[in-house]
């Protein structure tokens, strides 16, 4: 059972460009959590979405920044010109379900996303 | 408001000793739950383990025990038995269960170094 997968691992753009990042959850979860991490800081989260919906995305940016989850395909978070300020490792993580109690998010490997 | 604090930026140990890295949490919300993960410098996150806000006992995995004390409001991990792959950053984290939606609260995080 493989575990989350993130990819590219490793992303480089100049400032004005777009990333998009992608995450597969677990097999057979169906929530992810995307979270950012700052140098030399802890995790932030950003949003949680569910298949085709998105449930909490109380920390993410106003502008530039957008997720989805569609029915078929990985989660992607999109960043659109994207600044110096936006250099860091963005971590997907996934659960079975909503995620309560001793239910554990499973996290993907991160995305360390620099911009020129 | 949730919080998490881990003030010891970085710590020493001398290997095959015990190690306690310390965090504190501020909520209102009676049910929650306490996690702890572990960053090599690999960059992935580790879950470790898990202590929830109406646990008789506090939780052990390994040589990873969890001293949970309520009422200080304190959650700190403790590793016996150093090892020089324990070399990492440790992260406390917090989920409130009942107010706090979906998101989970990291700490700033511990730099932990074991030496030889």
């Known amino acids: 059972n493989a575990g989350v997968m993130q990819n590219p691992r490793h992303l480089v753009r100049r400032r004005g460009q777009e990333a998009r990042l992608r995450c597969s959850p677990m097999k057979g979860h169906s929530h992810v959590y995307w979270y950012r991490q700052l140098p030399e800081e802890g995790l932030k989260f950003m949003v949680y979405l569910q298949k085709e919906n998105i449930i909490d995305e109380s920390g993410m940016p106003k502008e530039r920044f957008s997720a989805e989850f569609p029915k078929e395909g990985p989660s992607i978070l999109r960043i659109q010109q994207v600044v110096r300020g936006d250099s860091a490792a963005y971590f997907c993580?996934?659960?079975?379900?909503?995620?309560?109690?001793?239910?554990?998010?499973?996290f993907g490997p991160g995305t360390r996303l620099t911009v020129l | 408001a949730q919080k998490i604090t881990q003030t010891q930026p970085g710590m020493f140990v001398q290997e095959k000793e015990a190690v306690t890295l310390d965090c504190t949490y501020d909520t209102s919300d009676p049910s929650y739950g306490l996690f702890w993960y572990k960053q090599p410098s690999s960059g992935e996150m580790i879950f470790l383990i898990y202590q929830g806000s109406y646990d008789q006992q506090n939780a052990t995995e390994g040589r990873y025990s969890l001293n949970f004390q309520k009422a200080r409001k304190s959650a700190n991990l403790v590793i016996s038995a150093s090892q020089l792959g324990d070399s990492a950053m440790y992260f406390c984290a917090m989920r409130e269960l009942g107010t706090g939606g979906f998101k989970t609260i990291f700490g700033a995080g511990t730099r932990l170094f074991v030496k030889a």
């Open positions: 993580a996934s659960s079975p379900r909503e995620t309560s109690g001793t239910d554990t998010q499973y």
